[in-house]
């Protein structure tokens, strides 16, 4: 007669052969995990980099365009003032006068300008 443990054996061997592959897949998943997380850290911090660069990249523009739109203005004032003051200079009796020499020396055949 076959005692319990006898027929218990082979089933211990066939659950421990099956533990011993789940703990290997577990063991080999658990490293797999492991250099995935470290290749995403590396992935990441590259990309980290990348992405400071590129945002210092875009603060010069801004800068860059805030002194450009800085300087056009300074120069649109200074062409309203400057046709300000040739408004100013034209409209002077002087010039009038400058006009209309020019005016008489063309009728009498001398050079102009």
């Known amino acids: 007669m076959k005692h319990d443990s006898d027929t218990q054996s082979?089933?211990?061997t066939a659950q421990e052969k099956e533990i011993a592959i789940l703990s290997n897949r577990l063991r080999d998943e658990q490293f797999e995990t492991k250099r995935l997380r470290t290749e995403l850290k590396t992935i990441a911090a590259?990309?980290?980099?990348?992405i400071e660069t590129?945002?210092?990249?875009?603060?010069?523009?801004?800068?860059r365009v805030s002194e450009s739109q800085a300087m056009q203005d300074q120069l649109n004032?200074?062409?309203?003032?400057?046709?300000a003051q040739l408004s100013a200079m034209e409209s002077s009796k002087f010039w009038q006068l400058r006009e209309y020499w020019f005016q008489v020396k063309q009728k009498l055949g001398l050079p102009v300008r």
Do not use: C
Request: aromatic residues 4%; neutral net charge.
């Open 46 to 50: 590259r990309y980290q980099g990348e």
């Open 77 to 83: 004032q200074e062409i309203r003032t400057l046709n």
């Open 10 to 12: 082979p089933l211990l």
């Open 54 to 63: 590129l945002k210092q990249g875009i603060e010069t523009l801004l800068t």
